[in-house]
């Protein structure tokens, strides 16, 4: 059969280049492997420049599958499966490279082209330093004068780990069948060919499939953009200290490894650890659990390697400066990786499905089969290598000196290790249910299958509370100590630091002091001796700086990432205990029952949880809160919620957060939070429950039900400026002529602006422009129209602002409408006859006629004398003595009268000005629908200084690369480029954007 639309040639092209690269990784690590083999230069060189070509064009292959992927994603050729199950046609345009990597092969891929970067890097540094171990002699002269005798050592080894690498992930994505087992899932597999569906069997089928499944709905934030790629290059780079330590023990050259591994082990523990914290933070932003951290064993499992890292690092400095540890360094180097692979295997075998909602589903058993081969290759056969040779690895049996540095950084290190375990340990019990003869065990001596723990996240916190405190000791007092001996007078030093700790934590405690009491008083004591350790490790490091290094800053490295780390913990430590929760039922008492959380699977507290009536102002903690009005964003099935916070006392404190929702395919709603921050605090906000307004909830239709929304083009406007143009002018004159006279009208009108200028004037910009155009409608429409207003500036841009045309479809006001059917002023509201001052009644109250007033000029109506407009100005009380202003508006014009009707939507009430008796009475007009009151219930913190935790990471990652950098050996200016670039990025990300 001859299919119709597709476009198979990008397919078979990204196909081919996959076998190629898959080729060209396995003839890489044979050249590489010979080359590591070979005693003869010649011989060891031609291997080398063999095995470099065949991993460049490795490389280039992979680029160029990435660069076809993305095409058919942004193009939504849905004839392949990945473009189908990842991509949609309302995902912007930066979402498409994540929906790249939010599949398995897609992540494959992007873990690959890391690999490939750092190869390349490696295999082009031939004439540093940075590869040369100690003891090798140069050789005089060499038959390719581009490569360095000295650097081959490392390159040959190492470059045979990362190829290896890459050639099983390039299995994982390969595709092919061998009889009926496919090895691997391809990115360019057929949607006809993987789902049996009769809609596959006709020839036009691309014009039956209107859009793909699309990105997952919580992963639809900008940091879902940038946190894997760098998440990815941490994962990456744990290969190259892995592949130093096989280099060690395959040349026999036992401790030269440890000083080239150390920079990229430094390398690889500031990228994790960034990528980890990025990881938290979109946790922080677009989840609904409330915190940056959740102990989702999927988090953990990323924590893990990067614990064995930071544990790596110091027993490699320990070994570069004493020639102990170095066995450790081994150990450490190895697990690393290895847990990297691990964490592959938890995440992507779905073995972790009913534990976490990050883990991919389970991809098949063959993959998962390759899976578990990488894991079991490359961890078991260098544990094993490791052992086999452990009593040839040079090591000092003597002690060392309680009063040495390398005594307290092995201890640290030490802490760190079993640190790693324990979470692994606790993470890995899914595992050990489901792991042949082990789960058997289980059964028999446990008496049924194990159980993760009731509370497992106090489980983790109250064991790594007291491992914060004794790595914040020894981060504070380690550096005051030297290497294998330090005479007594020399930590006299700590006596300053230590004074100034005691004196500050006291003040802390008296003035600030922790509240979390949940888990008990013993609880409380490790939380604020957890404090007092990282104040300790924060101001004995900063003492060091000044009294001990001064200016050679250089050298400082370590000392920053200690003040960081420790600065981390401190924020981590107040935010959570000292985190306010003050949304609270109690304000208005409604109660409502809350669902099971998606992210934490807990039931949420219905007393936590506020209520709030479309504009009825509610208490919630020192501000007022008022759900203003709500709005659809790009994506389908998206709302945001505009709520006002007034703080009581500070009337000039005053701003809007938008938490959003998604309504998904299952019908079960997604929350996305919005924050305030301020410099000493975030205040924190999330729907946890909202109407689904497309269904009728459950009330019996009736003649006043709208009919589906309608949405027209914008309006589009000259930037900067609000005047209608005519062609629009000319557009809204149709649009009013198609207005149908048996139906009442209602109209959205929502402004925006491009990115030009300052977003609070583009705000006041988009005001002007709704303003514009409602006035026009109310100028030239009738009475039957009743408009809702909203403007948001520079937010939800329709397209990225990347280009003048872009920015031009940006400065627009949307219009959307919706009909009332069947609604004719006789029987759609009820009339009174008034004088000032009179009272009626409605359903849940009485209303009142303060005055009439003759061409109002106020924030709602800007008349003039030459007008003819008369506002009446009515006060609503209700049964629960609540207090609601209207100000319906009736005018007359050359042709017609026309009513502009007000409207109260907490009471569900359109009020209209019906006119004025010969009496001289005012008629007003009550219509009261039968819709639900309009309301939401919503859940609000107040995170207590969790900058510190953003601002903890930041100094904590530029003290590592500090490290890094002088044990690179760059020259200055690179030093200097490389700083500036990675700390404006990084304080960028956490502490400005968003």
Not at 192 to 216: T, V
Not at 294 to 303: F, Y
Not at 650 to 674: Q, R
Request: net charge positive; hydrophobic share 45%; aromatic share 12%.
């Amino acid at each position: 059969m001859q299919f119709e639309g597709e476009h198979l040639l990008y397919g078979k092209i990204g196909h081919l280049l996959v076998i190629i690269a898959t080729v060209c990784s396995l003839l890489s690590v044979i050249s590489f492997f010979a080359a590591s083999r070979k005693n003869d230069i010649t011989e060891r060189l031609s291997w080398l420049v063999f095995g470099r070509i065949n991993f460049v064009i490795h490389s280039i292959c992979l680029f160029s599958v990435f660069i076809i992927v993305f095409i058919i994603c942004k193009n939504h050729y849905f004839e392949y499966m990945y473009a189908f199950k990842h991509a949609s046609k309302e995902l912007e345009n930066k979402y498409l490279l994540a929906c790249i990597w939010e599949g398995q092969e897609g992540s494959f891929l992007l873990w690959m082209m890391w690999h490939a970067v750092l190869g390349i890097f490696i295999i082009s540094k031939t004439k540093k330093k940075l590869y040369q171990p100690a003891g090798i002699l140069k050789a005089s002269s060499s038959p390719d004068k581009n490569i360095s005798i000295s650097s081959n050592e490392w390159k040959a080894p190492v470059m045979t780990i990362i190829g290896l690498a890459q050639f099983f992930l390039c299995l994982m994505i390969l595709g092919v069948y061998v009889k009926d087992v496919r090895l691997g899932n391809s990115l360019f597999s057929l949607t006809r060919n993987e789902i049996d569906a009769p809609i596959f069997s006709q020839p036009n089928y691309l014009s039956l499939i209107k859009d793909g499944q699309g990105l997952n709905v919580l992963l639809r934030n900008y940091w879902m953009v940038i946190h894997p790629p760098i998440l990815f290059l941490g994962f990456a780079s744990t290969i190259i200290p892995f592949a130093f330590a096989y280099a060690g023990l395959q040349t026999k050259k036992y401790g030269e490894w440890a000083k080239p591994a150390l920079p990229w082990t430094l390398f690889s523990a500031a990228v994790l650890g960034v990528g980890i914290m990025m990881g938290g933070k979109w946790a922080y932003e677009s989840l609904s659990f409330g915190g940056y951290w959740a102990w989702d064993p999927v988090e953990n499992a990323s924590l893990v390697p990067w614990l064995i890292l930071i544990a790596g690092i110091h027993t490699m400095l320990i070994y570069n400066s004493t020639q102990r540890a170095l066995r450790a360094s081994y150990l450490f180097a190895i697990l690393s990786f290895s847990f990297v692979l691990y964490s592959t295997f938890l995440t992507r075998t779905g073995i972790l499905g009913d534990a976490s909602v990050h883990s991919f589903t389970e991809a098949g058993i063959a993959i998962n089969i390759m899976i578990g081969l990488m894991v079991a290759l490359f961890s078991l056969s260098m544990l094993a290598l490791f052992f086999i040779r452990y009593r040839k690895i040079p090591a000092i049996h003597s002690e060392e000196s309680i009063q040495s540095r390398e005594f307290w950084m092995f201890i640290g290190s030490v802490i760190f290790f079993l640190s790693a375990i324990f979470i692994i340990g606790i993470t890995s019990i899914p595992v050990y249910n489901k792991t042949p003869l082990l789960k058997d065990l289980i059964l028999q001596y446990h008496g049924g299958k194990m159980a993760l723990p009731e509370d497992p996240e106090f489980l983790y916190n109250k064991v790594m509370v007291i491992a914060a405190f004794i790595i914040g000791i020894l981060t504070a007092i380690s550096q005051y100590f030297k290497y294998k001996d330090t005479p007594g007078k020399h930590l006299r030093k700590l006596i300053i630091p230590t004074i100034a700790t005691i004196l500050f934590f006291i003040a802390i405690s008296i003035t600030y002091p922790f509240l979390y009491d949940k888990k008990g008083a013993g609880f409380l004591l490790a939380i604020y001796m957890a404090f007092f350790a990282s104040a300790y490790s924060i101001i004995a490091n900063g003492y060091f700086i000044l009294d001990t290094i001064k200016n050679k800053f250089k050298q400082a490295g370590g000392s920053i990432a200690h003040i960081g780390f420790a600065l981390m913990i401190a924020g981590m430590l107040i935010s959570s205990s000292n985190k306010i929760i003050i949304s609270d039922s109690k304000v208005n008492g409604i109660n409502l029952k809350m669902g099971i959380d998606p992210i934490t699977k807990k039931q949420d507290n219905p007393s936590e949880n506020l209520t709030l009536l479309r504009e009825i102002p509610a208490s919630m903690g020192e501000y007022n809160v008022t759900y203003m009005n709500d709005s659809s964003g790009n994506e389908k099935g998206r709302k945001f919620y505009k709520l006002l916070f007034e703080n009581k006392k500070n009337k000039k404190e005053t701003f809007v957060v938008m938490p959003d929702i998604y309504i998904m395919k299952d019908n079960n709603m997604s929350s996305n939070p919005d924050t305030r921050s301020y410099l000493t605090k975030d205040i924190f906000t999330y729907i946890t429950y909202a109407l689904d307004k497309n269904k009728n909830s459950g009330h019996t239709p009736t003649d006043t039900d709208t009919i589906p929304k309608k949405s027209i083009d914008s309006v589009l406007f000259e930037s900067g400026k609000s005047d209608i143009s005519e062609n629009s002018k000319i557009s809204l004159d149709n649009l009013i002529k198609s207005f149908n006279e048996n139906n009442k009208t209602s109209i959205t009108i929502e402004g925006y602006t491009d990115d030009t200028g300052e977003a609070e004037q583009n705000l006041i910009l988009s005001k002007k422009r709704v303003i514009a155009v409602s006035d026009y409608l109310k100028s030239n429409g009738d009475s039957s129209l009743l408009i809702s207003t909203d403007w948001y500036g520079e937010n939800h841009p329709k397209y990225d602002n990347n280009s003048d045309a872009n920015r031009t479809l940006n400065r627009r006001v949307e219009l959307t409408i919706s009909a009332i059917k069947n609604m004719t002023p006789s029987d759609a509201y009820d009339i009174s006859e008034m004088k000032i001052g009179e009272k009626s009644f409605y359903n849940n109250g009485y209303f009142i006629l303060n005055k009439v007033e003759i061409n109002p000029s106020n924030d709602k109506y800007k008349f003039t004398s030459d007008d003819k407009a008369l506002m009446a100005d009515l006060s609503f009380v209700t049964k629960d003595s609540l207090r609601f202003n209207a100000r319906p508006l009736i005018k007359a014009d050359a042709t017609d009268i026309i009513n502009i009707n007000d409207t109260i939507f907490s009471q569900n009430l359109i009020i209209q000005f019906a006119g004025v008796t010969e009496n001289k009475t005012v008629k007003i007009g009550i219509k009261e629908p039968s819709n639900f009151i309009d309301f939401i219930a919503v859940k609000s913190f107040i995170f207590p200084y969790i900058n510190l935790v953003w601002l903890g990471l930041t100094i904590m990652a530029i003290g590592i690369i500090i490290s890094m950098i002088r044990r690179f050996g760059f020259d200055n200016t690179t030093s200097a480029v490389i700083l500036i670039a990675a700390s404006l990025g990084i304080f960028y990300m956490f502490l400005l954007a968003g």
